[in-house]
T-cell receptor, first 112, second 110 residues
Framework: EAQVTQNPRYLITVTGKKLTVTCSQN?????MSWYRQDPGLGLRQIYY???????DKGDVPEGYKVSRKEKRNFPLILESPSPNQTSLYFC???????????FGPGTRLTVT | GQSLEQPSEVTAVEGAIVQINCTYQ??????LSWYQQHDGGAPTFLSY????GLEETGRFSSFLSRSDSYGYLLLQELQMKDSASYFC???????????FGKGTTLSVSS
């Protein structure tokens, strides 16, 4: 089954404790991205990657890191999480020129 | 940069027709797409318009007017399960990343 997977689905952590949210897709898509979703603010892009070893900042990259060492994986790293990073996070993938983007199930992160 | 405007909320009753508008400002335009998101779920792709006119997919249709920088999603024969958030999206200046509007929450009542 074609899908984007994210782990963990739910995470409660404390300020400053490094964490990684994994994202994997099995559709051989070149393009992958991370969004955060907050009430009233819609989906805001954090980082995206057009292919292996190619990453770019989105609209809200501060406090986040990403890497793209393999085509299928695109982990999101929070080196020192803060409470304002409490949010619902979505990973997504698509072919490079497509408008149809496939989203993972989401990761609900709470930073206390 | 790219920006999109859509109403924050729309309400309707079962069986009715509702139109969700989206206006955009872009540097370079590659088309307009629409996504649906049920509460707590992942957004899913609905439709895409590259050219002016109406695209129909079952009960849902999407319209684009490039000269007016405007599009809309039309939902007919509304059902309770259509209660969800709907997002319009455009590509960034490079024509790759998808930029989303803030979304319109549709509430369908019986």
């Amino acid at each position: 089954e074609a899908q984007v997977t994210q782990n963990p689905r739910y995470l409660i952590t404390v300020t400053g404790k490094k964490l990684t949210v994994t994202c994997s897709q099995n559709m051989n898509h070149e393009y992958m991205s991370w969004y955060r979703q907050d009430p009233g603010l819609g989906l805001r892009q954090i980082y995206y990657s057009m292919n292996v070893e190619v990453t770019d900042k989105g609209d809200v990259p501060e406090g986040y890191k990403v890497s793209r060492k393999e085509k299928r994986n695109f982990p999101l790293i929070l080196e020192s999480p803060s409470p304002n990073q409490t949010s619902l996070y979505f990973c997504a993938s698509k072919t490079g020129d497509s408008y149809e983007q496939y989203f993972g199930p989401g990761t609900r992160l709470t930073v206390t | 940069g790219q920006s999109l405007e859509q109403p924050s909320e729309v309400t309707a009753v079962e069986g009715a027709i509702v139109q969700i508008n989206c206006t955009y400002q872009t540097s370079g335009f590659y088309g307009l797409s629409w996504y649906q998101q049920h509460d707590g779920g992942a957004p899913t792709f609905l439709s895409y318009n590259a050219l002016d006119g109406l695209e129909e997919t079952g009960r849902f249709s999407s319209f684009l007017s490039r000269s007016d920088s405007y599009g809309y999603l039309l939902l007919q024969e509304l059902q309770m399960k259509d209660s969800a958030s709907y997002f319009c999206a455009v590509k960034d200046q490079a024509g790759t990343a998808l930029i989303f509007g803030k979304g319109t929450t549709l509430s369908v009542s019986s």
